[in-house]
């Protein structure tokens, strides 16, 4: 590709017609027809916040219950239905939907200085999938229907046998939902990094943000299909009594446990890699220079990805397998710190050798480190199996996962809230606030979840509605409890500072960092092209590497919304997309394929009666509308027999 | 205020507006959808070869589903990749005419493939509710009818654009990529035939 001498032009107007070009459409149905990766991504992030505080509500309800011995603020059933809940609304309403889809949606096509996202009606659809998910379980709660057989819901538990009603089918579908919305926007951000990165970003110089997004995608690809498959056997089993999970004609609930598993590990990943992600991308911000151990890092990066699939079995250790297995599990598990100590050293070495600044978002990356590395260390320990015996099923364990996750995904989203809250709404947040809910937070975790440690170490079940005075859990419950008002008020800070900042917050401009990244080469917010220019890549911080007279990207199309694709290895430029726009399908597909998912909570022909508006949905979203620019074809022999 | 331009520009004003194959970022998407698909087949599959681990007879106490259907599926299916191909090849010459005809004959053959695949679940000799072995071998053909309707589907309104004057462009692309797809469900089924009907014999 060819790059012409400087010239000078004066092109008018073409922010207004890049306006009216990649502009969406207003009003209350323009909402259903928005296809912009920013709008998505936010309406992701807006939504997995509300199930965030929604878990948090039902968090403080187990720790209000659990303050005292033999207390009885909840009953036993309902306490059921809160803590499966609460693990389900954490995992599968807000971590991954905020750190993988949110996170994602909005900054990936940024980062890659594309216009928008690869298939955006697609990645619109994924959102509407996700909220009916969101809303079908906590309707379920609300109704005295809430799934109640644990976030994982093991069989035979979950099973016909022993849960009657329609609790665990919510469940199952819910899981459908959701993944069925991570498996899109995994299929939307992976094309969208390989095909739509600007010329010269090449793989070596692509940010590292890009290449964990690019490897959570891919691990989304080969997991989520896992536990789509075994919560659909789970409703069969409940619906039309098939016996996947009855031992008595040939099931067996380890089964179950396998396949979810096989899932489920491999989603730590896909919760923590997104935190990792922002810690790797802040690190050389505050640190003003390039990252230390890019390849390293790198390495690491998709070394844990592969590593999430050969350690499931770490779960079932309780389960009677053969030593054999336990053994090879217990080494691929302790194999995984590799590749995350890896990357803390590298972290380490950028911020020893650069300049650090110690502003907002790096307070939280320091607490990322603290906690996570104390959810690392306990999770060496239980990595071998006689520990892992010894306190399976206990508060250890709880207090172990929410220090991995919390540790992993919570803290690096507030640093990266803090980070980007300045692109998103083109103000920046309180700094004073943000160090209160900092610390509130900070101490509360702490208090919180430290303790559960001992309460483990000390017998204390997990999942029990209470306890007996007897056992002398009472004062370390009650200081557990107590660290749940901090966090609370700490997160109440950050609202107020949230909508106190995106009112009256200093102006952001467009790099208020320094960052190096594409997504502060534009304006904040956004416009709804993203870039007046777009731009071409010279390293591995777009902006700090760029030569003075870097060159921008000419013969776009822009009166209509045309897009780059280039090569996956090179970003080498290889022909111009036309994009989808704006269009009310996807949300109408999202409504019939939500009615053919309930329905079949209900009767096993919801799926089949379902699926005749579902097909009509998508011949009615794939059937060419309008009149597209004659295409223009690298075939010569066709441009004669079809245009001539 | 308009701003004066006065960097180099990397021009793009030459390059095509269409991509076939590898270059078509909706070939690649596929692709990942058939990733996705495909972990969902070997995880189904996985799953009957671990129950049949936990069982001392395959099938237990039952005949193994009766192999005539299955074989004669699995043919149709290896020849419909005759007029799948055809179609492919004709999309980026842009041969309207023939992308319709191979299109029709692609439909056919799904057509024919279906109405196999009912009289295959006449002759399973198993029901889903029977056991573990009956549900899973349900499970896994009845993924794979799944995929068949809805690749039968996508067929016919790629057909049906075939006849209005959008077929250009991208919805070329789209021929091809379609084909693509339709080669996945044959190497799905032939190897959901493989397991279903051959292990149960062979192994």
Known sequence: ?644 | MERLRERPILDVSGLPSVAFGRANTTWFANVLYMTIEGTMFALVIASYFYLRTRSQDWPPYQLPPSLWYGVANAVVFLLSVIPARIAQRAAPEGDRRQIRIALLALAAFAVVNMVIRGFEFTALNCRWYDNAYGSAVWALIGLHTGHLITEFVETLTILAISFTDKMEGTRLADVAINSDYWYFVVITAVIVDFVIYGTTRLL
Request: with cysteine; charged share 10%; net charge neutral.
């Open chain 1, 1 to 644: 590709m060819a790059i012409s001498e400087p010239i000078i032009a004066a092109p008018a107007h073409r922010d207004q017609q890049l306006s009216r070009t990649w502009g969406q459409p207003p009003g209350f149905w323009g909402w259903f027809k928005n296809v912009h990766h920013t709008a998505i991504g936010i309406r992701y992030m807006v939504t997995s916040f509300i199930f965030f505080l929604l878990g948090g509500v039902l968090a403080g309800i187990l720790r209000w219950q659990l303050a005292r011995p033999e207390n009885n603020a909840v009953g036993p059933d309902l306490y059921n239905q809160i803590f499966t809940v609460h693990g389900s609304t954490m995992i599968f309403l807000f971590a991954v939907p905020m750190m993988f889809q949110g996170f994602g949606v909005y900054l990936v096509p940024l980062i890659c200085g594309a216009r928008n996202i690869a298939f955006p009606r697609l990645n619109a659809f994924s959102y509407y999938i996700y909220l009916v998910g969101g809303l079908l379980l906590w309707g379920g709660l609300l109704l005295n229907t809430g799934a109640d057989a644990g976030w994982f819901s093991y069989v035979p538990l979950s099973g016909p046998e022993f849960t009657a009603g329609k609790r665990s089918d919510i469940w199952a579908q819910m899981i459908t939902f959701t993944e069925v919305s991570a498996l899109a926007v995994a299929i939307c951000i992976a094309t969208t990094i390989l095909r739509h990165r600007a010329p010269g970003m090449t793989l070596n110089r692509m940010p590292i943000i890009l290449w964990e997004k690019l490897t959570i995608a891919i691990a989304v690809i080969f997991a989520m299909p896992a536990v789509m498959v075994v919560s659909s056997m789970l409703l069969m089993d409940r619906t039309i009594n098939t016996q996947f999970f009855n031992p008595s004609v040939g099931g067996d609930v380890l089964l179950y446990q396998h396949l979810f598993w096989f899932f489920g590990h491999p989603e730590v990943y896909i919760i923590f890699l997104p935190g990792t992600a922002i810690i790797s991308t802040l690190v050389p911000v505050f640190s003003r220079r390039h990252i230390f151990g890019y390849v390293p890092i790198v390495t690491s990066v998709v070394a844990t990805g592969f590593l999430g699939f050969s350690v499931w079995v770490h779960h079932m250790f309780a389960t009677g397998l053969p030593q054999m297995s336990e053994s090879f599990f217990t080494a691929a598990s302790l194999m995984i710190v590799i590749p995350t100590a890896t990357q803390f050293y590298c972290w380490m070495a950028t911020i020893w050798h650069g300049r650090l600044q110690f502003k907002l978002p790096m307070l939280w990356v320091f607490g990322f480190f603290f906690v996570f590395l104390i959810g690392g260390l306990s999770g060496v320990m239980l990595a071998s199996v006689p520990l892992d015996w010894q306190v399976h099923d206990t508060f250890f364990i709880v207090a172990h996962f929410h220090y991995v996750l919390i540790g992993g995904a919570l803290f690096p989203m507030f640093a990266g809230l803090y980070f980007w809250i300045p692109k998103f709404t083109g103000r920046m947040m309180d700094d004073h606030l943000g160090r209160i809910h900092f610390w509130l937070f900070f101490v509360g975790f702490n208090l919180t979840f430290f303790t559960m440690h001992f309460l483990g170490l000390r017998g204390m079940p997990r999942r029990v509605y209470t306890y007996t005075p007897e056992m002398h859990w009472g004062t370390l419950n009650l200081l557990s409890s107590v660290g749940v008002l901090f966090m609370t008020a700490g997160v109440l800070v950050f609202l107020v500072n949230f909508f106190r900042s995106k009112r009256y917050g200093k102006l952001a401009g467009a790099d208020p960092w320094g960052a190096g990244t594409l997504e502060w080469a534009t304006s904040s917010p956004p416009p709804a092209y993203n870039f007046l220019e777009l731009p071409t890549v010279n390293g591995r911080e777009a902006l700090w590497d760029a030569e003075p007279n870097q060159p921008i990207v000419g013969g776009i199309r822009e009166d209509i919304p045309e897009m780059l694709v280039t090569n996956s290895l090179d970003s080498e430029p290889q022909y111009k997309e036309e994009m989808p726009g704006p269009s009310i399908w996807p949300f109408l597909t999202s409504i019939a394929v939500s009615i053919a998912f309930i329905w079949s909570i209900f009767s096993p022909w919801g799926i089949a009666y379902g699926a005749i508006p579902v097909t009509i949905a998508l011949i009615g979203w794939l059937w060419p509308r309008g009149k597209s620019p004659t295409p223009r074809y690298d075939n010569p022999r066709m441009e004669k027999s079809w245009n001539g």
